[in-house]
């Protein structure tokens, strides 16, 4: 299920915002004592979803208003199922692995050869992704530097003007140069993004290749190893998700390392011309080098990521193996069932509340 924003008026309340409130609500209240849970319910929750519905619905503060006042009793009464739907589907799934097990167990050698050669195929797919991440890293960071370079070689040329001349050209400068890290680094994310879409039809593909090679040892509980697949292929999506949003993070901190800058810049030009000379000399000096060791710890960070992705999806089906062997469940299988089952009710609460009022 794919989260879309409600529609018309409502266009700012993303219902996958809401669940994801919701789901880490529900994770903390996991992780704490029985008798602060009690404590918590009602104020957290309400506080939580009042932040977020505040910071996307300005424009409509009423509809926010009653929203809020529908959306945390549903929260509430769904945080107290999922205690309940949490426990019956660990079992469920624990007692629908167990049963797996016992039936492909005869089968050991080639469900093994099986995942083996999952394994293989998708490293196999992988590596040319991770390889095609890395170059465009490289490329966007060569094109980058490239692109400010003639910024210094500008700088030390405007150092051999008057004062006063100089002091009147360095805002602008310090804009023309702003625009060109802001430009950068939005085609740096424009190219980045569509791998991880990519590399997440490549993760769907390699689960329906699973099934199709494991189903016939399993066809007496095609159900069971269904929801053995949903669970990884959702473990898979949400690697993916991250993968995007590391790749963002880390432009954004390119753009947040690089913008200094420009913000000197702006700040020398408001200073008194007669130090202005002084106090530009250094920064025309180091500003290549600066940009360079700013976009070669981009590129050593960002560029391995790929990589890393890749390995990831290898250790969720070497787990997949270990489970069909052991017939036991992780803490991970439950929860990625459970969280999506969240997203969708959410989902279909939210399409039912009435639009507001003009």
């Known amino acids: 299920l794919i989260p879309t924003p409600l529609a018309g008026s409502q266009a700012d309340v993303n219902p996958d915002d809401v669940a994801t409130v919701i789901w880490k609500y529900f994770t903390e209240l996991g992780s704490n004592a029985k008798d602060t849970v009690d404590q918590m319910q009602q104020t957290d929750i309400s506080k939580q979803l009042n932040t977020l519905l505040k910071s996307n619905l300005q424009s409509v503060s009423a509809y926010a208003e009653d ?55 998708l490293q196999a797919k992988m590596s040319p992704y991770a390889e095609e ?49 802001d430009g950068g680094v939005e085609n740096l994310k424009e190219r980045l993004s569509p791998m991880a879409d990519e590399l997440k039809a490549q993760v769907e593909q390699s689960v ?4 199709r090679g494991l189903s016939p040892y399993a066809q007496e509980v095609q159900d069971s190893l269904n929801r053995q697949l949903e669970s990884l292929t959702l473990q898979m999506e949400k690697a993916a998700e991250e993968l995007r949003t590391r790749l963002a993070t880390s432009s954004e901190e390119l753009r947040a390392q690089l913008s200094p800058l420009a913000r000197e810049l ?15 000399a250094p920064l025309a000096q180091q500003l290549d080098q600066r940009v360079g060791q700013t976009l070669e710890a981009f590129r050593q960070q960002a560029a391995p990521f790929g990589e890393a992705f890749g390995k990831q999806l290898v250790q969720r089906l070497e787990e997949m193996r270990g489970k069909l062997d052991s017939g036991a469940a992780g803490v991970e299988d439950h929860l990625e069932l459970l969280e999506k089952e969240v997203r969708e009710k959410v989902a279909a609460f939210l399409s039912t509340v009435p639009p507001p009022q003009n």
């Open 208 to 211: 329906a290749e699973l099934r």
């Open 133 to 181: 991440l890395r170059s465009q890293v490289d490329r966007s960071a060569g094109e980058l530097q490239r692109a400010l370079e003639p910024y210094a070689a500008e700088l030390r040329e405007r150092l051999q003007d008057n004062a006063q001349s100089i002091q009147a050209s360095l805002s602008p400068y310090a804009d023309r140069l702003q625009q060109q890290i």
């Open 266 to 280: 702006r700040e020398a030009a408001s200073g008194d011309a007669e130090s202005l000379r002084q106090r530009l």
């Open 67 to 121: 929203l809020q006042e529908r959306l945390v009793p549903f929260a509430t009464e769904l945080q107290a199922r999922l205690v309940q739907d949490s426990q019956r589907l660990k079992e469920q799934i624990q007692r629908e692995l167990q049963e797996l097990q016992a039936k492909l167990a005869p089968y050991a050698d080639e469900v093994h050869q099986q995942i083996g050669t999952n394994i293989r195929q």
